[in-house]
């Protein structure tokens, strides 16, 4: 934004330049027509984009790679900053999301947050952290925010109840149509959430009035890192998960490849393909008719630009699915 602009001239210039970016949104049409597949078969796919400048224009950016999904920060990750939406903003996000064709939206919380933390003074923080970011959701209309569940540093238990305690207490607070989507993790150190068991376990100590706002975002390279072998037994996974959590729970997927082996513990991503997962994980889960509808969201590596590497993952993606 210029220094110079008026922010009432600057916002109506970024919802045109964003619409007029957004309008027609060629590249989803474009790469499902090429794969056989309409944008609605397959269903909302696409990245974890920049919002830098705003999140207005983090539509623009899901139409420049062909995405009919996106994931921005509503913040800066890794600070406690924590601005809010200003009316003029969400108004122009909103805009160029109705102009891009994108169907699907989802924020990630701070990195800073651990709502599990046996210290008073950082679970404070964390849980304001936290009620922001949802206000923050709730503003800009998203459907949902994806959170880590936190470390319980001391006893895995205690950390568990704390965990869940906190999350009511900011549910409670910050009412809303976002849903937030609890994201399994690769399991290393102290962090809760690497086994279905234990999500469930979580889950089920939030109060039964804010269980329709609860969902789980299910990351393949966490998963695959903690525990669970989609390579070797991607049925027997997926029968678990639906034992324990159940597919009504699955809100968003987050497809990344693992740079690390099975089991290692370790959050690391990787391009489709050429991890340790393969490509025989996704090309089941792109054809998977319990996974058909579910929102899928690529984190993989950017590379040397913004979009190349993730217009090679959805183009790969939407080939999978045709079988």
Known sequence: MSAKMPAKKAVKKTVKKAAKKAVPPTWPLAAAAASGHGPDDLGPIGAHFSSAGGPQLTPGRAVEIGATALQLFTKTPNQWREPEIEAATAAAFREALQASGVRFTTSHDSYLINLASPDPTLRARSLDSFTRELRRCHALGLDAVVSHPGNFIDDRASGLARNADAITEALEAAPGPTRLCMELTAGQGTVLGSTFE??????????????????????????????????????????????????????????????????????????????????????????????????????????????????????????????
């Open 198 to 323: 234990e999500m469930a376990a979580l889950l089920t100590r939030i109060p039964a009035h804010l269980q329709s706002r609860l969902g789980v975002c299910l990351d393949t390279a966490h998963v695959f890192a903690a525990v669970y072998d989609l390579v070797h037994d991607y049925d027997g996974v997926w029968a678990r998960f639906a034992d324990c959590l159940g597919y009504d729970r699955l809100g968003v997927l987050h497809l990344n490849d693992s740079a690390v082996p099975h089991a290692s513990r370790k959050d690391r991503h990787a391009l489709i393909g050429e991890g340790h997962l393969g490509d025989g994980p996704f090309r089941r889960i792109m054809t998977d008719p319990a996974l058909h509808h579910v929102p899928k969201i690529l984190e993989t590596p950017k590379g040397d630009d913004m979009v190349t590497n993730d217009r090679r993952m959805l183009a790969k993606l939407r080939a999978f699915a045709q079988g």
